[in-house]
């Protein structure tokens, strides 16, 4: 549904798997990377829905023991970076500014876990122009 420009659509879909989202996927060599949320997380971005996108993120940061060194844990602090740019767009006076201020704060945490990648990847590329961008 992400594919295809319709958030409100995957949302829909997402909500069903809610309930099982800690649950282990039993096709991945680590047992859950909490994938539910973290695609929750993209549709309420694209959906322009900064803090319930903040929310699904910080579900996978806040359960990093059932995530381990999934992909989702990396990215999920993108995504609470980039949700929280969004409320400061979005927001006024002391929320953008609060907004902001968590934003710079998850870029860093993100640039700094990836400070030894390849300066190549284009999602690191992205998030550094993104960073530099709300300084």
Known sequence: ML?????????????AASSIESGASVFLVNLSCVHQAYVRGEA?????????????????????GIVWNCWTGALARL??????????????D???DAARVR????????LTLWKDAD???PILK???AEYAKLQ
Not at 47 to 64: T, V
Request: proline share 3%.
């Open 103 to 110: 934003a710079l704060a998850a870029y860093k945490d993100f």
């Open 119 to 121: 300066p190549d990847i």
């Open 3 to 15: 594919d295809r420009k319709n958030p409100a659509g995957a949302l829909n879909r997402l909500q």
């Open 79 to 92: 995504g609470v970076a980039r949700a929280n740019a969004l409320q400061s767009r979005t927001s006024h």
């Open 44 to 64: 309420y971005l694209a959906a322009g829905e900064g803090n319930s996108a903040a929310a699904e993120f910080q579900k996978i940061l806040d359960h990093s």
């Open 126 to 128: 992205q998030a550094k």
């Open 94 to 96: 002391a929320d953008a």
